[in-house]
C-alpha cells in the first residue's frame, strides 16, 4: 500500500524558516518526478514547487528564492526547505507525484503569524 507521511509543520512567525519531510512508502520513488502542493484556507490545492526524477526543479512565483525542492532517493524523501516565510504561505502542505498522482496524505500544517 502506498504511503505518502508529510511531517515539519508548524506555527512561525513572519521571516522565519520550516523544513517539510514526505515519505513515500511502498512505491518506486526514485523514476517519479514530485512535487510539494498547499492549500490555504478557502482556496484550491495549488503546486508551489516540483523537482523531476533526475533533479530539475520549478517553483510557482509566490514562493521563488525562498523555498528549496530537493530529493533524497535513497531515503524515498523528498524535502521542503521554506525561508524568508510570509503569513500568505499559511496552508496544509501536501506532497504527491506529478503523475499517476497518489492517494493524498493527511498534509501538515503551516501558519505563519506574529
Known amino acids: 500500500q502506498v504511503q505518502l507521511v508529510e511531517s515539519g509543520g508548524g506555527l512561525v512567525q513572519p521571516g522565519g524558516s520550516l523544513r517539510l519531510s514526505c515519505v513515500v512508502s511502498?512505491?518506486?520513488?526514485?523514476?517519479?518526478?514530485m512535487g510539494w502542493y498547499r492549500r490555504a484556507p478557502g482556496k484550491q490545492r495549488e503546486l508551489v514547487a516540483r523537482?523531476?526524477?533526475?533533479?530539475?526543479?520549478n517553483y510557482a512565483d509566490s514562493v521563488k528564492g525562498r523555498f528549496t525542492i530537493s530529493r533524497d532517493n535513497a531515503k524515498n524523501t523528498v524535502y521542503l526547505q521554506m525561508n524568508s516565510l510570509k503569513p500568505e504561505d499559511t496552508a496544509v502542505y501536501y506532497c504527491?507525484?506529478?503523475?499517476?498522482?497518489?492517494?493524498w496524505g493527511q498534509g501538515t500544517q503551516v501558519t505563519v503569524s506574529s
Open positions: 511502498g512505491s518506486i520513488f526514485r523514476i517519479y518526478g
Open positions: 523537482i523531476s526524477s533526475s533533479g530539475s526543479t
Open positions: 504527491n507525484r506529478l503523475s499517476a498522482i497518489l492517494a
